[in-house]
């Protein structure tokens, strides 16, 4: 699949760095976007589950919701960490991707971005019974689905209640893959 993005689409950038993108591979001709100063993250919640050496702690992570993230506005694409676009899953948010770095290993570019509102849905949880209802009525990728509503679903051929539920449930919880 191919995504165009027109040249008045405006990139945003919220995260808080400096991304630099691959526009030629001779010279290595980079274009920079600036941070705008607003950085979208995910919460978290962190609790020590244990010491190594009796000192050094280990934590258990959970995630939380996003914050920072604008709602969507036409003609702006919002540039954030794979994180965050993982768990955003809209069609207006992208993270780098195809990492470029020095000698030393340091992240000096990307070569482009990661849409992940666009993967498959069978990288989603569901069943594969599931996945094949949804491909049989032309659904493919997560935007698609999430561009349906509950009226939608249930007028799907071969897609019934208990269906619509998991596929809610995998929405909801933001179990993308």
Do not use: W
């Amino acid at each position: 699949m191919t995504i165009k993005i027109n040249i008045t689409t405006k990139l945003i950038n919220l995260t808080p760095h400096t991304i630099n993108v691959l526009i030629s591979n001779e010279g290595g001709l980079f274009v920079e976007i600036p941070p705008s100063g607003v950085v979208a993250r995910i919460s978290t919640k962190e609790r020590i589950v244990g010491l190594i050496n009796g000192q050094h702690p280990i934590f258990s992570t959970e995630f939380g919701d996003i914050e920072g993230l604008p709602d969507p506005t036409a003609g702006e694409i919002y540039i954030v960490s794979g994180l965050v676009a993982s768990k955003a899953m809209r069609s207006d948010v992208i993270s780098p991707a195809g990492m470029l770095r020095d000698e030393k290993g340091r992240v000096i570019g990307c070569k482009g971005f990661n849409a992940p509102c666009f993967q498959p849905i069978r990288d989603l949880d569901l069943s594969l019974r599931i996945i094949k209802k949804l491909n049989d009525n032309g659904i493919h990728t997560v935007s698609q689905l999430q561009a349906c509503s509950a009226e939608d679903l249930e007028d799907l051929h071969r897609v019934g209640k208990k269906s619509i539920k998991e596929i809610k449930e995998i929405l909801d919880g933001d179990n993308h893959g």
